[in-house]
């Protein structure tokens, strides 16, 4: 955003306060939104927005020179690079918004001393005097004065910041958190030592002390600009027994290609925030319109060169990498692949990787390479990029879930210029062996009216893989009811819910395929009480345990014993090939899906 309509706005603002009564201190600042992925080091420094202040009282130097030091102070790891220059200090009249000029003369003012303080190097002083000739004239009074810094047109008079990164961190896995760089304001006069900074024991702290003022507000902002979305495909792709598990059976759909060809889902870029590159004017967007429109395939940073293929504000990326694991691994003879379209059609160059004896337990990456970046995320940036599942069609084909364990956009190197942050995130795709699906038979929930209550217990035995768990209740009279997600279960890790608890998770409205099947009213007491089904499609093992427990005479029991099941083998215990050592009583999973 423009400097100057950012000072513009920020004085707008605050004389606006004072025309409408408010007359405590106030501070204001633009708060600029800067993308957290183009801040990568504590050395980078960032032109600061500007941020202004507005007394409450008024400065008069009719009879008398006044002076006085303002600080704006960051947090502890941010820290002040440079002070900038006198000309980014700007006085205005707070009544009238008319700015007053720097200058010796009566009712003009000096910046006597503009420094970084050398102990804590994250406040910036400022130690102003406002000249009188002791005639008396109204123009030395200004009346609740607006002090704003970084306030210069000329970008290089303004004040940096660096300690960024120590603000807004790394971007970590499906990340979208916002982070933000506050500051405060301080007032002082009657200083002993006005080149040095002041402190309530060399001067009198004056407007940030006063009853009702604001001294703190947030100067930039550090949203997340990009996601990575992982989408995985719908449609009833299975294996089909008739060939001995060596071909694909289904209908012609998303996750049905042909008898040999399955799409397991999509990985897509979406525009989760618009802040700026960090220049302060450019938009650190996907569809950047600088030829080539969209991402820029870039194996080193140039941003901030000049050359006429990039410009700030563009994502410039090296790779995008797509990481791809199977519960039961993946057919010898077949492959992996990326397309640009959902039948698989039109592969991604470079994306394919021949599926071996010695690959095929996964995981698997697939790569988008430099050159081909542009065109597979196409003009607006998002793309999606299908993953692509061909067997040879003679090859045992197994039963496996599928799952992005990460899609990585790989940022260009640190050249000349400064590189970007990655964004990565993983997700589910499609099951060729249906997602684990457990009903619990005799589930209490808590609409009851008989004094029993269910306490169900989540295991996730697996060694290695996180289990996302969903629920939904089933109403006995077959309907599908309302659901949502219940744990997400860590390797080994375990959970007991209660009914209530299931009760608050469990919001979402029915959404089976056929509207006939999804219940319009509430789950029902005793005698008509639901089956609450859990599935997880993520997760390779699954165990759940249902107590019934009474309050009030303090009975527990086991109520149906240990639900399971098991879609991974293990050579420790029995066949690597086989699973489902355990029952697993409901046929689909949620919203009657695979």
């Known amino acids: 955003m423009n400097q100057k309509l950012i000072s513009r706005l920020v004085m707008g603002a605050l004389v606006g306060l004072a025309a409408t009564g408010s007359y405590a201190g106030q501070i204001q600042s633009s708060s600029v939104s800067i993308a957290r992925e183009v801040i990568t080091t504590d050395t980078q420094a960032v032109t600061s927005p500007t941020v202004a202040y507005r007394f409450s009282g008024d400065v008069d130097a009719r009879l008398q020179n006044q002076t006085f030091q303002i600080q704006f102070a960051l947090p502890a790891g941010a820290t002040w690079n440079t002070a900038g220059v006198a000309a980014s200090i700007v006085v205005a009249d707070g009544q009238t918004g008319t ?86 304001f301080k007032h002082y006069v009657a200083l002993s030592a006005p080149a040095s900074l002041a402190s309530d024991t060399t001067a009198t702290p004056d407007e940030h002390n006063r009853s009702g003022s604001t001294n703190a507000t947030t100067l930039i902002t550090f949203p997340t600009n990009i996601l990575v979305k992982v989408t995985k495909s719908s449609g009833n792709a299975k294996l089909n027994v008739a060939s001995g598990n060596t071909l694909f059976a289904g209908t012609t759909g998303t996750s049905f290609i042909s008898t040999t060809l399955a799409n397991l889902g999509n990985v897509s870029l979406v525009q989760n925030a618009s802040g700026y590159d960090s220049n302060l004017l450019d938009p650190y967007i996907l569809a950047d319109a600088s030829a080539p429109a969209g991402l820029k395939g870039i194996a080193t940073a140039i941003h901030g060169t000049g050359s006429a293929v990039t410009v700030a504000g563009d994502v410039e990326v090296e790779r995008v ?95 000349t210029d400064l590189n970007e942050q990655n964004n990565f995130c993983k997700g589910p795709l499609y099951a060729l ?149 355990q029952e697993q009583d409901a046929q689909k999973g949620l919203n009657g899906g695979n």
């Open 321 to 415: 990498t797509v990481k791809v694991s199977a519960s039961q691994g993946l057919s010898v003879g077949g492959s992996l692949f990326l397309a640009t379209d959902a039948l698989c059609a039109a592969p991604v160059a470079g994306s394919a990787v021949a599926i071996t004896a010695g690959n095929a337990a996964g995981p698997i990456t697939l790569t988008v390479p430099t050159a081909g970046v542009n065109a597979a995320f196409g003009v607006t940036g998002a793309g999606p990029v299908h993953v692509c599942y061909g067997v040879s069609g003679t090859a045992l084909i197994p039963g496996s879930n599928f799952a992005v364990d990460a899609a990585t956009v790989v940022k260009a190197a640190a050249g």
């Open 433 to 581: 062996s249906g997602s684990i699906k457990i009903d619990v038979r005799n589930y209490a929930n808590s609409t009851r009216t008989d004094g029993w209550m269910s306490i169900v217990r989540l295991i996730n035995t697996s060694e290695t893989r996180t289990a996302t768990v969903f629920g939904q209740y089933i109403h006995a009279d077959g309907m599908y009811g309302k659901w949502g997600k219940v744990a997400t279960l860590a390797p080994r890790a375990v959970l007991n819910m209660t009914p209530a608890e299931v009760d608050t998770l469990l919001t979402n409205a029915p959404a089976h395929a056929t509207a006939a099947l999804n219940a319009t009213t509430a789950v029902g007491t005793a005698g008509s009480a639901p089956r609450l089904r859990l599935t997880t499609e993520d997760g390779d093992t699954l165990r759940v345990q249902n107590y019934l427990y009474n309050p009030d005479s303090k009975n527990f029991i086991e109520a149906s014993s240990s639900q399971g099941v098991d879609f991974t083998g293990s050579t420790d215990r029995a066949p690597a090939n086989e699973g489902q050592y």
């Open 99 to 184: 700015s007053v000029a720097q200058g010796l003369t009566h009712g003009l003012y000096t910046v006597d001393t503009l420094a970084i303080d050398a102990g804590s190097p994250n406040v910036l002083y400022a130690t102003i005097t406002v000249h009188s000739d002791g005639s008396g004239l109204a123009a030395g009074l200004i009346k609740q004065p607006i002090i704003s810094i970084s306030s210069s047109t000329v970008p290089a008079n303004n004040p940096t910041i660096k300690g960024l990164f120590t603000v807004v961190k790394a971007i970590e896995e499906c990340d979208v958190q916002v982070k933000t760089l506050p500051i405060s």
